[in-house]
């Protein structure tokens, strides 16, 4: 469809685009309209649409921005910026006056779209933008930095880094020399990690011989090495540490603990038989020595009490039966079992407490303490008298313990003892507070009655007159005491 001259003339007015005439081209004036006219055309392409991505930006000549040919134009303009004209004349400043703070407009701002507040961005600003990217040719890193990679690392300068937690390798040091200056620089840090990380490459790149000689002078670095060894359990390597450093007390003692692998009871028996003959130290020689008679004695006693638990003809086996074996159980729990199943045994037997007490050497203490539990626990209150009674040389008998009577009060009443037994006990209990105190606490009202009787302190008797049942026999007898005219009351 052809368009009138009219439209045409329009189209051109409007467009952003100027058409050729063959007007006068030195009309100064003429020249910075049909500019402006430019400008404002392309502001009101970028008014009604925000988005950049939809405005299409060209130059003054009608290229795209950013395209090809506009890239190599810009390139050269710019070489040739000094020799070229400028693209619009020099305008006279006393005709016409346009300051770019009052426009707010540069090239740059054509380009790179609007400011928040509406105005477009200045050269300046279009820098400081967050979303431009300038892209910089990347420099060579310092030689410093390049050690990392090459491990050109002194001995302790590669301590001080391990202690950093950064990435080393040790493959760098070679000589014996070298090796041993930076195990001497990792104990000077303090560092066991670092110590036992040295030991370890240590540990693979030398022969045993040369480490175990060289730690013969380093204790610190020693000590690491066999807790290394001892927690990551090799066993052959630190048998041969020991004997190489001639601590044959260390070896025996390692030796001894291989028998905590050994499940089978009679297998252990005679691996700690054979333990009898290490060199240890006579301390630890007598341990080793009982532990092998008690398990020697566990296995004796735990094949004759299961025979006679599956027989069935041993009261105190169907009364209370065994909850676990006796084997490879400690020496208080063995004598505490023996207690309980075989107290009235003979000492000249495996099995009897007296035996295992004489056998072991066990204190006066220790053997009272678990006999007297093992019998409350069974009820047997003739049995827990006879400990406390002892006879004189005159053959009057009392009774003796060697705890306090406190502490036997205790055991009682864990064990459920009846008020009868506890009161026998809190009886002779020698401090009169602690005595009234255990006998309220368990209800022996006839001992706190003759205690305040013995204090002679009326006031006292009355306050626990209350406290006892009306018409009891207990307030029967502090009435009794009450009415008695021979006490002497101190109140």
């Known amino acids: ?27 100064e004036f003429s020249r910075l309209k049909e500019s402006k006219r430019a400008v404002n055309s392309i502001r009101c392409l970028v008014e009604e649409d925000d988005d950049e991505e939809e405005v299409e930006k060209v130059s003054w000549s009608g290229e795209p921005v950013g395209s090809i ?36 407009y540069s090239l740059s701002s054509l380009f790179k779209g609007k400011t928040k507040g509406g105005n477009f961005q200045s050269f300046t600003d279009s820098l400081s933008d967050s979303s431009v990217r300038l892209y910089a040719p990347e420099l060579r890193k310092p030689k410093s930095e390049y050690k990392d ?53 240590l540990k693979r790149t030398l022969s045993k011989e040369v480490l175990f000689r060289e730690l013969e002078s380093r204790q610190t670095a020693l000590r690491h090495l066999i807790h290394y060894l001892t927690e990551t359990r090799d066993q052959r390597l630190l048998l041969e540490l020991f004997r190489a450093l001639g601590r044959m007390e260390d070896v025996a ?85 023996c207690c309980f199943y075989h107290y009235n045994e003979s000492e000249g037997t495996f099995s009897g407490p007296l035996n295992i007490r004489q056998t072991f050497k066990i204190s006066e203490k220790q053997y009272f303490v678990t006999a007297l539990a093992a ?3 069974l009820k047997s209150w003739s049995d827990v008298d006879a400990l406390f009674t002892s006879r004189n040389w005159l053959g009057f008998t009392r009774k003796k313990s060697p705890l306090s009577f406190q502490r036997v009060v205790d055991i009682l009443q864990k064990n459920s003892a009846p008020t009868q037994v506890l009161q026998d006990y809190v009886a002779l209990v020698d401090d009169a507070e602690l005595r009234i105190s255990l006998a309220q606490k368990y209800k022996c009202h006839d001992i706190v009655i ?16 209350g406290k006892v049942e009306r018409g009891s026999t207990e307030e029967k007898k502090i009435e009794e005491l009450l009415n008695n005219t021979q006490i002497r009351w101190k109140n």
């Open 69 to 104: 040919s506009w890239s190599v134009s810009e390139t050269a303009a710019s070489n040739q910026k000094t020799d070229r004209e400028p693209a619009f004349p020099k305008i006279n400043t006393d005709t016409v006056t346009i300051s770019k703070s009052h426009s707010g």
């Open 253 to 337: 003692l390692l030796q001894y603990k291989e028998h905590l692998s050994i499940a089978d009871e009679n297998k252990r028996r005679d691996f700690l038989k054979g333990c009898l003959s290490l060199p240890f130290s006579r301390e630890d020689s007598s341990h080793v020595q009982d532990h092998y008679t008690l398990l020697e004695r566990q296995v004796i006693i735990e094949t004759t009490d299961r025979q006679a638990e599956r027989g069935g003809k041993v009261e105190v086996f169907q009364k209370f039966p065994r909850k676990a074996s006796i084997l490879n159980m400690p020496l208080i729990t063995t004598l505490y079992y």
């Open 1 to 27: 469809m052809m368009k009138s001259k009219a439209d045409e003339e329009d189209y051109w007015n409007s467009s952003k685009f100027k058409a050729f005439t063959f007007d006068d081209e030195d009309d």
């Open 450 to 465: 003759n205690t305040y009787r013995d204090l002679k302190d009326r006031q006292q008797l009355i306050g626990y007159r």
């Open 375 to 377: 019998r409350a626990k």
């Open 149 to 201: 990679y090459v491990s050109d690392w002194s001995p302790e300068e590669t301590v001080q880094r391990m202690q950093q937690g950064k990435v080393v390798s040790l493959e760098k040091f070679r000589s014996l020399q070298d090796k041993l200056l930076l195990l001497d620089y990792a104990v000077t840090a303090h560092d066991g990690n670092v110590i036992t990380a040295v030991l370890i490459y």
